[in-house]
């Protein structure tokens, strides 16, 4: 038998890429001829280091980080769509605020500084008329696992955060939801989660990355036609409560893409977006950040 590639799939919080541990325990990967691990990298620029310097060579991101990476000469390009296409990020409070006015003068949590939920609870909370400069965004980065400890001991009195952990503060009747990032009252609709891969790996091992995408797609495949061995791994890997991973599932399945597949009119909208807040100096079009040759051997596969 030929000798397994190992290699890391980076993800930027510790609960995300839950669809890809399970197609590595399902062995898919193996099968594709990859030893696959995950690494977590706190925070979105953090992680769009790692993969410009090569210390990370493939794995997922946000796509308003991604963009401004590149942007910036970052030396990585998306390959493909992640499971969550849409801006799947709720904004969550605790008692005692009863409207969106109460959030001023309060503590909000986010992953990080330039990470997705920073810019997306800004843009929810200016639409509810509330004082950005009144409000005391928290970055949380290494310590984002503590974040439903931290709403519950009052050191944070709100927080924009991705499932499962919008429910387990649910369920464990800390946090009420208001608000979901991919709303288009709030944000138009644009390709969120991404999957990239360093410029100089895909130049020397194209077909490694194809491998990856192609174990995603099964992964997410069998994950989305499995849901309770999904929510299983929740519960015995992640340390879910049980009734918070089958409603963090079931609030966002169906909106899953599956086959990685982009949508190059979502990424130009997040790409316009960026310009619009700054995160990028000139006009660019999605598929200045994009390689595209491996959108075709996945459309085939769909």
């Not at 950005?132 to 970055?139: I, Q």
């Not at 006009?283 to 596969?301: I, N």
Request: hydrophobic residues 45%.
């Amino acid at each position: 038998m030929p000798e397994l590639r190992k290699l890391e799939y980076g993800v930027p919080t510790d609960t995300t890429g839950t669809s890809v541990q399970l197609g590595i325990d399902k062995g898919f990967f193996e099968e594709e001829g990859l030893d696959l691990s995950i690494k977590v990298i706190f925070g979105g620029p953090e992680l769009a280091a790692a993969y410009d310097c090569g210390e990370i060579l493939v794995g997922e991101i946000g796509s308003p980080p991604a963009i401004n990476a590149i942007a910036s000469g970052g030396r990585f390009r998306i390959v493909g769509s992640g499971c969550r296409r849409q801006a799947q990020m709720y904004l969550c409070v605790g008692k005692g605020i009863t409207s969106y006015a109460d959030i001023e003068g309060k503590r909000l949590g986010h992953l990080g500084l330039g990470s997705c939920p920073d810019w997306i609870s800004r843009k929810i909370l200016s639409k509810q008329g509330v004082d950005l400069e009144k409000v005391e965004f928290v970055p949380l980065l290494d310590r984002y696992p503590e974040v439903v400890e931290m709403m519950a001991d009052g050191r944070l009195d709100a927080c924009l955060v991705a499932e499962p952990t919008a429910s387990e503060g649910e369920e464990a009747g800390i946090m009420e939801v208001w608000a979901d990032g991919s709303d288009e009252a709030y944000i138009p609709n644009f390709q969120w989660i991404v999957r990239v891969a360093n410029t100089g790996f895909i130049a020397e091992q194209a077909d490694t990355v194809a491998a990856v995408l192609a174990g995603c797609r099964r992964s997410a495949r069998y994950a989305a036609a499995h849901p309770d061995e999904w929510i299983g791994l929740l519960v015995e890997r992640y340390g879910s409560d049980e009734a918070a991973a089958r409603r963090s599932i079931e609030r966002e399945l169906a909106s899953y893409e599956l086959d990685c597949l982009l949508d190059m009119a979502g990424l130009q909208r997040a790409v316009d977006m960026q310009l619009e807040l700054g995160g990028i100096a000139e006009a660019a079009t999605a598929a200045d950040f994009v390689d595209m040759q491996f959108q075709a051997a996945l459309a085939a596969a769909a």
